[in-house]
Nanobody, 114 residues
């Protein structure tokens, strides 16, 4: 069964850092651009960053310069390094394909507060 398992969330103060991980089934990971998404309470899920099979990246404007997406194809894992976190970054973070989403995982919660 295809699965996405996110981890690495937690509670940090503004300005802090977290590194999120997402382990995906190899059958999906190996052939797809992967993305990190987030959903804050009462808001739509939004794309934060994406990375192609060859490592080309794209970021939402509001995370450029602060977040870095990467992938390890051998481990079928995609990462999101988040630095200089702001309270508005607080959300549940998910990974999925960049398009034609598969079943969402449970996500990992990020809390940013003093």
């Amino acid at each position: 069964q295809v699965q996405l398992v996110e981890s690495g969330g937690g509670s940090v103060q503004p300005g802090g850092s977290l590194r999120l991980s997402c382990a995906a089934s190899r059958s999906i990971f190996s052939f797809n651009t992967m993305g990190w998404y987030r959903q804050a309470p009462g808001k739509e899920r939004e794309l934060v960053a994406s990375i192609t099979i060859t490592g080309s990246t794209d970021y939402a404007d509001y995370v450029k310069g602060r977040f870095t997406i990467s992938r390890d194809n051998a481990l079928s894992t995609v990462y999101l390094q988040m630095n200089s976190l702001k309270p508005e970054d607080a959300a549940v973070y998910y990974c999925n394909k960049r398009s034609y989403w598969i079943t969402w995982g449970q996500g990992t919660q990020v809390i940013v507060s003093p």
